[in-house]
């Protein structure tokens, strides 16, 4: 018998320590789902996330550390997911490698990186999960990003492997429907880059931002949260969230 037998949705996050992965986190565990929560090295923080959802609510979260750069992490993934809650409704692919390369200094290690963890993985768990999803009627989204329509010349491999998950999305959408529906978020300037990046640059993603602004990662976990939960006629789509960059 699983540990946890209850009847509350479960969904899989991976990349929920920080960010825009901890604000889905949030939402969803606020909208009564229990959650599987992935991350690589931010113990610190997703012990302190973990502390958060499970004073809200007692046994109502599993952290799991893992390199999605592993191809048998997936299966280790779900299948601890199964052992503690029984059943798995949702997937969400949040974790992500993201970083300039100049074209002269993009090595085929640098390439595989990128497209192990941003393009790679997230199929694999999709795999891996797709029986447990089936039963389930459940439903995957997946982050991609405005860079996979317009990739800049020093991002080629990261715009290049969020292109791919563009494209696993929709293939996926097509081989699990009717029963598992597959969609992806493409945030815009939501989270400027944790190595920086200078007023300038940041100023002319926002000039060519209809809404003028930045948004905030709770724009992307309401979004999520609405795909997974509520847009039960809604598949194979890439919804940009991103106040009319595109």
């Known amino acids: 018998m ?24 949030r939402a969803l565990h606020a909208a009564g789902c229990n959650l599987a929560l992935h991350y690589r090295h931010s113990a610190a923080d997703m012990q302190a996330l973990c502390a958060e959802l499970e004073a809200q609510r007692a046994d109502s979260t599993l952290s799991l550390q893992a390199d999605l750069a592993d191809s048998e992490v997936a299966l280790v993934l779900i299948a601890a997911t199964m052992a503690r809650f029984g059943h798995l409704d949702g997937l969400v692919n949040n974790a992500s490698i993201y970083h ?72 996926l959408a097509s081989a699990l429907a009717p029963h598992v529906r597959v969609n992806a978020v493409a945030p815009g300037a939501i989270a400027w880059p944790e190595q920086g990046m200078d007023a300038g640059a940041q100023q002319a993603v926002l000039n060519a931002t209809l809404l003028g602004r930045s948004g905030d990662p709770a724009d992307i976990a309401d979004t999520v949260r609405w795909l997974l939960l509520e847009a039960t006629y809604v598949n194979g789509q890439i919804i940009h969230v991103d106040g009319g960059r595109l």
Do not use: M
């Open 100 to 171: 300039a390369t100049a074209l002269a200094d993009v090595t085929p290690a640098a390439w595989d990186a990128l497209f192990a963890c941003n393009a790679r993985a997230p199929f694999l768990l999709a795999q891996a999960a797709a029986p447990h999803l089936v039963e389930r009627h459940g439903a995957i989204v997946n982050l991609t990003d405005y860079y996979a329509d317009h990739p800049p010349s020093d991002f080629i491999p990261y715009a290049a492997s969020k292109a791919a998950l563009v494209a696993v999305t929709q293939g």
């Open 2 to 25: 699983p540990a946890h037998a209850d009847s509350a949705p479960v969904v899989l996050i991976t990349g929920a320590a920080r960010r825009i992965g901890a604000a889905i986190a």
